[in-house]
């Protein structure tokens, strides 16, 4: 999956929910230049945002980690690492930081700095983390407590 791919995925929830880039900007917080960009898939967000925005609808990604035979229900920034490092060391994928970064084009301190919190991920990260880690992403709607 690619980032236009991605934005897709966030274009059919804001579509089904006839929701405006005015709405968005004003609960994210950022000017809606920002989020025009983010929806045209002009910029690399970082996945801090593109949380929020999906927070927005009550919804969250959903990774399908196929060789780790895991799903990982990612609603805030640290759910995201879990899935990383869990996914990453598992016995049938088995990477480090280093062989993982090598795999996807970035460098070691890349994936280090992420994992650490240091640096925020971004979407184009994220997407080539999840084709890495044979992972499925989905954008579903967060269970509604009765």
Known sequence: ???LDFIDLLD???IQNNTTTSDLSYFMKVPWGSVRR???GKTNSGVDT???YIAYFNSH???TAWLANKEYHIMKYDDLLVWIKETR????TKFTQRTLAKEIGRSYVNIANIETKKS???IDTFLKLTDSL???VEIIENEQNT
């Open 120 to 122: 925020i991920m971004s």
């Open 38 to 40: 983010l929806e045209e």
């Open 12 to 14: 059919d929830i804001k």
């Open 61 to 63: 990604i959903k990774l």
């Open 50 to 52: 593109i949380l929020k």
């Open 89 to 92: 060391s598992h016995k049938f």
């Open 1 to 3: 999956m690619d980032r």
């Open 134 to 136: 044979a992972t499925r």
